[in-house]
């Protein structure tokens, strides 16, 4: 199953709040990645105002718990974040292919 995890940053300039924490960020992703977990991420453009992060697994629980551990969660930069089951059904990877 596939999930996606919504982020919605806090600031119009997230762009520059993120430094001193992207480095960690982009660790931290490249963990979940090398782990099976995180097939996909970044942030969303024009407007840079939140991010799409696609994760693989049986349940949601590693993209919760990318959320809540995520340096850029922790320092304050997202406003918001969702997990929500997406339903793959076309293309390479597909989890329910037809």
Known sequence: MHY?????FRYADHAQ??????????????????????????ALADPMDGAVLLFHGDSPDAARAFAENDPYVQGG??????????????????????
């Open 77 to 98: 930069l997202v406003e918001s974040w969702e997990v929500r089951p997406w339903t793959t059904v076309v293309g390479a990877g597909a989890a329910s292919p037809h």
């Open 4 to 8: 996606l995890l919504f982020y919605r």
């Open 17 to 42: 709040r993120r430094e001193p924490y992207r480095a960690d960020h982009l660790s931290y992703a490249r963990a979940a990645v090398a782990r099976g977990e995180l097939l996909l991420g970044g």
